[in-house]
């Protein structure tokens, strides 16, 4: 790994962002806006509903770890399409830059990307619904690394279908997360899918880590194995997203798709 | 570096794209590749770049065959500027000058793009956003980039289309300063063929996919009884299949 070349990529990324107030406005708008949404559907709940009765912001910390994956995928999927819209995408594969140089690069600045709508947001629902995702504690920061693992991964499969398919694959790109949602038992329990769907669900990192999530608010008790689990599922999809990944790249290169790809 | 392709060929399903081409580029001096639109060119490019899979045949760079296993390093020693890919439009002329010389591993990166800058002319709208210059101004970035890392093969897909004849001229001159001065050897694509009578030291004319004569701009044209290299270009794209 050449770290200059890490950073040169990264850079184009930073640059882009810090030389548009649009896009950074961008950035922290939707996240803010899913915090306020979430934040009156949580505290209705909180006051209405046995289950959520003494858990001020479950509902809320869903939402915003929720956010935080969609937002960690999502920035990797558009840093890629704006090499695409930009028509830069030839200047970069023709650049000496490894594969594994160019995933390291957006898997860096895509967490840059979620945290500056990210953590605007966290911030505004303390005093806004008193309620903080950091009362997690110490669970939080291995609950957000195998989220942004899976976003990762998310990221990388789609920007496989971006080289594979070309800019008519842009439309999954923004749907591949809401496919999952319903699956990965965000804002309710497990029990409340059929059993069949369960055992599918469970294939999925987002259970456990959902599910663990409201174990530490609930009960107040934290499970390190539930928490190794997901990361463990998590990194097994990051390896599988790796490979199709270099298989796209192999299969545009036979079909002559990464040359003159734009809009 | 002397660039030697052999029994190149590419076919997209049914369709024979490349077909067994075969020319060599010495060291230090310009081909011109040439053919009508829809002829190969840009697929064999794509091929010497590394972006398309051969089906058959071999890229050699100074002996070496060009392969997935030195992709990195022969890379670092080419680069290829095209109006037909773009910078991004939302980076300055600057940040995307450092950005480039990154990834291309150039060393004192501000002196080299001062001295490109200077060398250029770049410097009044160097910090300007790169999809706010004009079409000339666009391509002598594109060009910047395409030197940032003085490379020793340089590929150029029309160089000059869509520019006044000032820039195009400029361009043409800068080249060929260029040239004197630093060992490059060029593989110049265009339909300009006062450019490339101008430029290039042969010429191979591809044809369907395939090559149809080389040599030099002048042994071309006596070859062909014509007085340029237009006509002569002319009369191979247009001439029957019996040519081939």
Partial sequence: ?263 | MKLEIKNLSKKFKNILAVNDISFSIEKNKTLGLLGPNGCGKTTSIGMMLGLITPSNGKILIDNKTFNSSNRIEMLSLMNFASPYIELPKKLTVFENLNVYARLYGVENINQRIEEIVEDLNLKSFFKKKTGELSSGQKNRVSLAKSLINKPKLLFLDEPTASLDPDVGDFVREYLEKYKSKNELTILLASHNMKEVERLCDSVVMMKRGAIVDQGTCKMLIDKHGRNNLEDTFLKIARSNDELE
């Fill in chain 1, 1 to 263: 790994m050449n770290w200059s070349k890490i950073i040169g990529l990264s850079l184009r990324h930073v640059y882009l962002i810090k030389g548009s107030f649009p896009r950074i406005l961008d950035l922290i708008y939707w996240p803010t806006i899913q915090i306020f949404l979430w934040g009156f559907i949580s505290k209705f709940f909180t006051l209405s509903s046995s289950y959520y009765n003494n858990t001020v912001g479950i509902i809320l910390s869903a939402a915003i770890l929720y956010d935080f994956l969609f937002r960690s995928s999502i920035s990797y999927n558009m840093m890629f399409l704006e090499e695409i819209w930009s028509r830069n995408f030839t200047n970069l594969f023709i650049a000496p830059i490894k594969l594994s140089e160019i995933i390291a690069a957006l898997t860096f600045t895509a967490i840059f990307r979620t945290l500056i709508g990210l953590i605007p947001a966290s911030l505004i629902a303390i005093p806004l619904f008193g309620v903080s995702i950091f009362a997690i504690g110490l669970p939080l920061v291995f609950l957000l690394i195998t989220l942004y693992i899976f976003g990762v991964t998310l990221g990388l499969l789609v920007t496989s279908g971006l080289i594979r398919f070309g800019p008519s694959f842009e439309n999954i790109a923004w749907a591949s997360l809401f496919f999952l949602a319903p699956l990965g038992c965000i804002y309710y329990p497990i029990e409340i899918l059929p059993e069949w769907l369960q055992i599918i669900s469970k294939l999925l990192p987002l259970v456990h880590i959902f599910e663990e999530m409201r174990n530490i608010l609930i009960y107040d008790s934290v499970s390190y194995i539930q928490i190794f689990k997901a990361a463990l599922i998590s990194f097994m999809y990051f390896i599988f997203g790796v490979i199709i990944f270099f298989l796209s790249y192999e299969g545009a290169k036979n079909r002559g798709t990464l040359i003159n790809m734009g809009e």
